[in-house]
């Protein structure tokens, strides 16, 4: 229907015949940035007692876009988000890096919702914030994890293919499979920060001397050490889908 029609104003679309709201997530997608903006508010205001995601495309993140994140501090849209499509997508390493840059960005921004769950925030954790406000080093981090995903496949008799059924249950590790790559990416990430120089030692992470305490073989990590390493690789699976790939076992 036309979104500028009162039956889309109503937006009875988002509700069964229960009157609950039925819909998980909202994209609104439209040439013109008002009319999309007005569109999503429309919904917003219409599904306020559902707080639901309600994403609307916008063309980059100045404007209407930089608008929509100062009223989302305090001013009653919380559930609102802004996506610049050329300032999210048209930039130098994603047009040069393509889907290995997606998995990047990918892997970094469930290693955020993980931390937050997990009750961090960016003052106790300076590596809480997106991704075009990564260090370069970290981002760097983040592409080799994405390099590394096919051996950790591999290594559990698992490839990647491209995604053909977007309706299809999502593919899980068992849990002896989820230990084997979590101990696989703790080793990756150990030589990798060996290779940069990095030490042992005990006490906080030392940017400056180089030292970490988590240099340590994978049976003497502490346990909720171990489970980011094992929620980076539960997450394998959402990373490809989000590049156009799936897993799918080999044997």
């Keep these: 229907m036309d979104v500028e029609w009162p039956q889309f104003r109503q937006a009875r679309f988002l509700f069964d015949d229960a009157g609950r709201c039925s819909a998980t997530r909202v994209y609104v997608c439209l040439d013109d940035n008002s009319l999309a903006l007005n569109a999503a508010l429309k919904l917003v205001h219409r599904a306020r007692d559902a707080a639901i995601p309600i994403v609307v495309r916008l063309t980059e993140d100045a404007g209407l876009a930089a608008l929509l994140r100062r009223t989302d501090e305090g001013g009653g849209f919380e559930n609102l988000h802004a996506f610049g499509l050329l300032s999210r997508t048209c930039r130098p390493e994603l047009l040069l890096g393509g889907t290995h840059e997606i998995l990047a960005q990918a ?17 106790s954790n300076p590596s809480m914030v997106p991704w075009d406000r990564l260090p370069e080093r970290l981002r760097e981090s983040n592409r080799r994890q994405a390099d590394h995903i096919g051996a950790k496949l591999a290594a559990v008799g698992c490839g990647i293919a491209p995604l053909t059924d977007w309706d299809a249950p999502g593919f899980a590790f068992s849990p002896d499979e989820v230990e084997l790559m979590a101990r696989m990416e703790h080793e990756r990430w150990m030589a990798e920060l060996m290779g940069d120089g990095w030490r042992f030692a005990p006490g906080p992470k030392n940017a400056a001397r180089k030292t970490h305490p988590c240099l340590v073989p994978w049976e003497e990590l502490a346990e909720e050490t171990k489970e980011i390493d094992r929620d980076a690789v539960r997450g394998i699976p959402a990373f490809l889908a989000r590049a156009g790939f799936q897993v799918v076992r080999l044997r």
Excluded: F, S, V
């Design 107 to 123: 892997i970094h921004e469930e290693y955020l919702r993980n931390q937050q769950r997990a009750g961090l925030t960016p003052e």
